[in-house]
């Protein structure tokens, strides 16, 4: 069966810093992965993605997210905070044995101070 | 603008009643999805589609039923609404199994 933990339910960091959202999963098979984003009241968008190809992903605004099968981590880093990142992320896993059903975090909430 | 379109955006039942969420894709997508967004619990599956014709059970099935109605529509109902269904309700599509989801806006329900 297929889970994520999201280790962090809050991160609040500085404008201009850099931004750090944990995220660990499990797995049976080679997992696809995503990063999602949710400003409020908001649908959601998707950020990055990996598929077994390079296992450091890149997404929009300047999110990136790296693939770590070792420690079954897919953490989403960005160097530079803006206040326009401030909203929830999720992190989710999808399993072709699965059904190809994503299963979600529980949501990182990001908070960015000026 | 392509997309997934929801209706209605905000919705409040009394106990008892029913309704029906609709959801529309014009991407060709084969996939479609509802699920629910509750606090601090991210999103779980309540119902999909992996193609038209087909319908399955996700995480949170009860209480619910679904109906693909050709390959753009997929709606979600709910016979007797309970206090217990208050969420926002998300649905999703998807053409392959590595490609991301594309979301609607969202149905924020309140059942009182």
């Known amino acids: 069966a297929q889970s994520v933990t999201q280790l962090d339910s809050h991160v609040s960091v500085s404008e201009g810093t850099p931004v750090l959202l944990r995220c660990n999963y499990s797995s049976s098979y080679s997992p696809s992965l995503f990063w999602y984003v949710q400003h409020p009241n908001k649908g959601l968008q998707l950020l990055l993605k990996y598929t077994s190809a390079a296992t450091l992903v890149k997404g929009i605004n300047g999110f990136e997210a790296e693939f770590k099968k070792s420690e079954t981590s897919f953490h989403l880093t960005k160097p530079s905070a803006h206040m326009s990142d401030a909203a929830e992320y999720f992190c989710v896993v999808s399993e072709r044995n699965a059904g190809n059903m994503l299963t979600f975090g529980g949501g990182t909430r990001l908070m960015v101070k000026p | 603008n392509a997309g997934v379109t929801q209706t209605p955006k905000f919705q409040v039942l009394k106990t008892g009643q029913s309704m029906t969420l609709q959801c529309a894709q014009d991407m060709n997508h084969n996939s479609m999805y509802w699920y629910r967004q509750d606090p601090g619990m991210g999103l779980r599956l309540i119902y999909y589609s992996a193609s038209e014709g087909t319908t399955d059970k996700g995480e949170v099935p009860n209480g619910y039923n679904v109906s693909r109605l050709n390959k753009r529509e997929f709606s979600l109902r709910l016979e007797s609404a309970a206090p217990s269904q208050t969420s926002v309700y998300f649905c999703?599509?998807?053409?392959?199994?590595?490609?991301?989801?594309?979301f609607g806006s969202g149905t924020r329900l309140t059942v009182v």
């Open positions: 999703a599509s998807r053409t392959g199994i590595d490609y991301g989801y594309t």
